[in-house]
């Protein structure tokens, strides 16, 4: 009897530890929202491991293209600005980067001046800024004038209206590129 006790609680032992043997499925622990959130928290709270992520996400093609994007989002959206007010050392290690990256690529030099050119356009102020700027600099004024040469030439309907909101502002510069055109 005492046999036979001693071996039913070696079968219990036993059977309680191969039932309880952890396995850990990924995908199956980050379907759980709380279990994704903690698992967030975890990596962000600790530097060490949220370097070693984002030294990860960086090996990953797909990642990087992600954290590039999310990055200018947060650029445009004036959120990076705020951060970089607060943190001037910051702002003055972002900028020589990106001046790093710009004369690194070409492309991308082109991509972002396209990119600031359009956002000073939406404003009053940031037009008014722009012309400034364009006045002061010779090759900015050259490389403005033949691009909206080239938008007049493809919308006629656009020149037109331009030509009419200055007669309307400004008569004086309105004679005076009259006056440039008959010479």
């Given at each position: ?19 309880c ?8 622990t ?10 967030y ?10 370097t ?9 093609e ?7 994007k ?8 004036g ?23 710009m ?8 991509k972002?001046h ?9 404003s ?28 007049m030439e ?5 020149m ?5 909101k ?8 309105m ?9």
């Open positions: 009897m005492k046999t036979t006790v001693k071996l039913l609680m070696v079968i219990g032992i036993l059977g309680t530890v191969i039932s043997k952890s396995t850990f499925n990924a995908s199956e980050m379907q759980v929202e709380e279990n994704r959130n903690a698992i928290q975890e990596i962000i709270s600790n530097p060490v491991q949220f070693n992520f984002i030294s990860e996400a960086r090996k990953n797909d990642a990087k293209k992600i954290m590039m999310t990055h200018m989002e947060q650029m445009e959206s959120n990076m600005k705020m951060m970089m007010d607060k943190n001037p050392e910051m702002k003055e290690k972002m900028q020589a980067h990106m001046q790093q990256m004369e690194k690529n070409p492309e991308m030099k082109k972002m396209s990119k600031m050119l359009d956002k000073m356009m939406e009053e102020k940031g037009r008014q800024l722009l012309m400034e700027k364009m006045h002061n600099n010779e090759m900015m004024k050259k490389e403005m004038k033949e691009r909206m040469k080239k938008m493809e919308n006629p309907d656009m037109e209206e331009m030509m009419q200055m007669m309307e502002k400004n008569p004086e510069m004679q005076k590129m009259k006056d440039k055109m008959k010479n």
